[in-house]
């Protein structure tokens, strides 16, 4: 089956096209049984994920109107599961909807000899917003995460580290703050601009690529997890999830991709729905031998932030500066380990974050820069791979984005009917229709500059330079 050719009703919008995450049947607490999703009267409650686990919720924060309402898990509906695996990578679902004492308790068993740092990428501003203290009083319970490097961008003042280092205290010793703006780390970065290694783009790359240098200098990590800081209803379930795959030792994957549905009472995930999904499948018309473009067709997700990594992984990988960060990151995955050793985890929850604006005429900001970042980075990965990108390439490729992007709409349109969740078929029309104009525009800045703005080089490579540097800075964050 290719995805693609099937419509699908979910109650979880599935960002792709693919099948559903479960069909089946659910019981409210009144005893009524409906289609799963449909015993939560509300369809905003299903932001909040502990609403979709067997409790009673009188006082969802997220939307205050789950009482009264039960879902049963997983396991207890009646129905099947979906189990459906993709012919590259393998897919970790949600199938049981296991407890997080369960999931703790194995993961505090296979981390007795395997020590995890965790890397948060953190702006000023995303610091002092709630999630993060919900984040950090969470992962003051994860005692099976040996180091966390919460790395912070954005934040020019010094009043910036030291709030964040205050609101981090609860996490005792094992947590540190990289203060990338700071003098200290500044000098560090100008000692290898000045060697013609180029970090001078600030962003969240570079606050990735650091941290993971930091944890380098630790020889007893062996895997690396990364999540995002601007997570609404953050719970370490989501964590668990993504470490277990990567420690248990009776596993052998050496990458972890998150996914999840961005739903609340709309469908969002704006890029990943309506430029990566259409586009993968246009490039797969265009060129249908491409193994690298069947395997980016394999992530529910691409675009999610949250990923975990071996140490090797984390050295020989290189980091993108720009938002090409997650598909440079798979591109590096593809080239640098087997897809045997790749899997996709459901993170078991809708996620919820901050929703950035979509202006046609802001080429340098939101979700248009976004969508140039992640275009540019993919042509540029199929040119290094000896694809031939003529002018007349670009224009085939936009008409038949468009035409499959259309398709997506009525998919997503009937999706969305069938979950009663809002739809705005306008403005995904004029979406796509902006989306369209990037995939020429990204050709026309890959035509100018092929390699482009080069990815961060891997700490290999710097280590071999510089082979005290991450020591150095492990002492600058100290
Ligand atoms: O994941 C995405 O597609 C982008 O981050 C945009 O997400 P949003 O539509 O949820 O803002």
Known sequence: MRYGDIQTYSPYADTNGFPPKSFGFEKSIDGTIGPVGTSISSSICIICTRCRYDDIRSNCFACGIGAGKT????????????????????????????????????????????????????????????????????????????????????????????ETCAK???????????????????????????????????????????????????????????????????????????????????LDFEFCKAYYARVTDRMHGRVVRLLVAPLLRALMQCF??????????????????????????????????????????????????????????????????????????????????????ILTTIYRTLASQGIVFGESTFVTLRASFLRIAQDCIRQYAADARVNSLKYDRHSEEMAIEAFAQCVTQAGEIFAADPSGNPSIPNWTRVRAAFPDFTSRLRETVK
């Open 288 to 373: 249908p031998e491409n193994q690298f473009v069947r395997f980016l067709g394999n992530f529910r997700y691409p675009l999610s932030g949250e990923f975990s990594l071996t140490r090797n992984l984390a050295r020989t990988n290189r980091v993108a500066s720009d938002w090409g960060l997650e598909v440079g990151t798979l591109a590096d995955v593809y080239r640098n380990t087997s897809h045997k050793r790749v899997c996709q985890v459901d993170l078991a929850r809708l996620y919820e974050h901050k929703h950035q604006t979509l202006a046609v005429d802001q080429p340098s900001s939101g979700l248009i820069k976004m969508a140039l970042d």
């Open 71 to 162: 879902r049963l898990s997983t396991m207890e509906q009646v129905g099947m599961p979906d189990f459906y695996q993709h012919d590259m990578i393998t897919t970790i679902h949600d199938l049981r909807s296991a407890k997080l004492d369960n999931l703790e308790s194995m993961l505090r068993e296979s981390t007795r000899n395997h020590d995890i740092g965790l890397v948060l990428p953190v702006t000023a501003s995303d610091m002092r917003a709630e999630p993060f203290d919900v984040i950090v009083r969470e992962l003051a319970q994860a005692d099976y995460i040996a180091s966390i490097v919460v790395s912070l961008g954005v934040a020019p003042d010094q009043s910036d580290y030291d």
């Open 168 to 250: 981090i205290a609860p996490l005792g010793d094992r947590a540190k703050v990289l203060w990338t703006d700071g003098p200290e780390v500044q000098g560090l970065y100008n000692e290898l601009i000045e060697s013609g290694i180029d970090v001078s783009v600030p962003g969240k790359g570079r606050s990735v690529w650091t941290a993971f240098g930091y944890l380098l200098d630790d020889p007893d990590i062996e895997t690396f997890v990364l999540h995002d800081c601007d997570i609404v209803d953050y719970d370490r379930q989501l964590l668990t999830r993504l470490c277990l795959p990567m420690v248990h030792p009776g």
